[in-house]
């Protein structure tokens, strides 16, 4: 063990991307440190080789432990964290708004009906609220309430492939990520067009969010614009900085 610690601390970048890679900063396993020291960490190259298949063998293991059908706890309205806090890649001084009567979902990929959807088609729909925890990456949660169309029915209604592997987002705001098909179909699972008792807040995410309490919190993008249902692995944006595709809650 005494050989080990100098070589680790020559290689801190390399140990930094594994924590963020692997285990979104929560520390190394055991496993990981073994495997990476029967690497050359001099090899930048390599070792991001062995980072992206033992995040992807990660979101296998997930997905095979995952239960569709298992709920994430809710909460009384007491336990709402007032103010909720705003959440993003930049300040909330830089939120874009768009015009709510103007903006249109558009939808592609594996689905029969690729209409776009206004703001008052989705309120036509059966709508479902839930107050559940919102569990950030960077360490902190918060208790929110969100009400809006089950993801499930959604789907059904715009006859997407439910076989599919992937639905993607993309948003107006240049954030994007995707989540598999079993996490879209569970119930809990919302386009939440509301936050508390009135529509959501640009900050919130206006005029849709997704809403995925079985997720961490950058799997639940704010001002969609587009879906798109596919078997292509789509990524996301910090997904494609390294951090696990996966990521549940």
Not at 134 to 145: D, F, L, P, R, T
Not at 173 to 198: K, N
Request: net charge positive; charged share 20%; aromatic share 12%.
């Amino acid at each position: 063990m005494s050989r080990l610690f100098p070589r680790l601390a020559d290689h801190k970048p390399a140990l930094a991307r594994v924590e963020r890679r692997l285990f979104l900063r929560q520390g190394l396993s055991l496993g990981a440190l073994t495997l990476l020291t029967g690497c050359d960490l001099s090899q930048g190259d390599a070792v991001d080789r062995v980072l992206w298949a033992m995040s992807r063998w990660n979101d296998r293991v997930q997905a095979a432990l995952f239960d569709p059908n298992k709920l994430a706890p809710t909460y009384k309205a007491s336990a709402i964290t007032k103010p909720f806090p705003f959440n993003a890649y930049y300040p909330e001084s830089e939120v874009r708004t768009v015009d709510a009567d103007a903006w249109r979902l558009r939808l592609s990929g594996l689905v029969a009906d690729k209409r776009p959807w206004s703001l008052a088609q989705l309120r036509t729909l059966p709508q479902a609220s839930q107050i559940t925890r919102h569990v950030c990456v960077e360490g902190w949660s918060a208790i929110g309430q969100w009400s809006g169309v089950p993801f499930r029915m959604f789907l059904q209604r715009i006859g997407a492939d439910t076989r599919a592997r992937y639905v993607d987002f993309h948003c107006f705001d240049d954030y994007h990520t995707s989540i598999d098909m079993a996490t879209a179909l569970h119930p809990q699972t919302i386009l939440a067009l509301d936050y508390g008792d009135s529509p959501l807040p640009p900050k919130y995410g206006a005029p849709l969010k997704l809403r995925v309490p079985t997720k961490l919190g950058f799997k639940n993008p704010k001002y969609i614009a587009a879906i798109t249902v596919t078997n292509d692995y789509p990524g996301g944006y910090w997904e494609d900085q390294g951090y696990n595709w996966f990521s549940g809650s």
